[in-house]
Every structure is written in structure tokens, then in C-alpha cells.
């Protein structure tokens, strides 16, 4: 990553924070190279880059959880992550109600995938750096409108601990790199789920 081009950026956040109105990331990247006077490279690590490090604030990336700490990692098609997919899928109180099947489950995880190499999604593992255990997800989806649907589960066994509230901070910080000038919807759990 640049940190030329990120101190740029952030000498001239007005201007960069301005470009939020774009349709989509690729205008993005084009439009903060020709105002910076950047390449295009440059340019995407900007918009990879932390909000913080545009704001002149200290980052947040590991918002305390007790003693230890917290961050996100891009989820990966890997055993241990789709294990976690799984648990997801057949806890009851989440999205799915807990009723898909092995089948649905891999149908749900490729065609996610799928959306996540396309760039219309970013799936994240949420994890408990204190013991390097994953403690739950989050999905980031592009919807019809252009703007991200967040939603977030934490495995039962991890929840009541700050979790939930790590990674939505997380999360928007985030997903406003990934998808400049777009909403971040997060969805919020039904009345009297757990």
C-alpha cells in the first residue's frame, strides 16, 4: 500500500470523502486517481484503506473484547471457514431458521462465493484474536439498489460478550472502503431472537 498516496488522501479528505456520490467502484478509483493525480493502483489502496487513516484518527482495528481483541478476516474457502458457514446454517436463531440442509447449505456457500469473487459481496470471519478462535460471521451483500445488507451472527457460545457490537463496528469500516458512497444496511435480529 501506498502511504504516499493515503497521506494524499487524507490532506484532501473533503474532496476524497465528496467522491461518495459515484455509482460504482471502478468511477471511484478513476475519480480519486485523476483528482490526486495518482495511479490507478494507488488509487484502489486508498479505497482498501481503514476510513481512520483518511480521518487522521487512531484505527480501531482491534476493538477490545476483555483482555484480548477482536478483528475480521475475509472469509476463505477453506474447511475451517466453511465449518463455520455450516454452524451458521443450522443454528435456529439465525437467518435460516436453522432448516437448511447439507445440500441448501453448499448451494448458499458456492453461489456466496461466487458473489464475493464478483465483488458484489465481502464475507468476513469474525475472530477473537485473545484466543485466535472465530466467534461468527459477517455478510456484506450489494442489493438490487446499490446499497451493502450487513448481517452479522455470532455462534451461540460467543454471544453476550461484545462481539455482535465488534463486529459491526468492524464491519462498516470495512464495507465503506469496499463500497464507497453506498448504505450500509445492518440488519437487526428479530424481537426475542437470541
Known sequence: MSSNAIETAAARRSEVLALASVETRQDAAAALADLLSISSEEAEDVLRAPLENLLGQPG??????GPGGFTLHPFRDSEHHKSLFHSRS???TSATGGAWDE???EAELREGLRRVEAESAMWFVAVDTSRDQPVGLVFGEQIDDGDVDVAIW???EERKKGFGLAALKESRRELAAFFPGKHVIVRAPLPGSK
Not at 60 to 65: G, H, I, Q, R, V
Request: net charge negative.
Open 60 to 65: 480501531d482495528a482491534s476493538a477490545p473484547t
Open 90 to 92: 443450522s443454528d435456529e
Open 103 to 105: 445440500q441448501k447449505t
Open 154 to 156: 455470532i455462534h451461540p
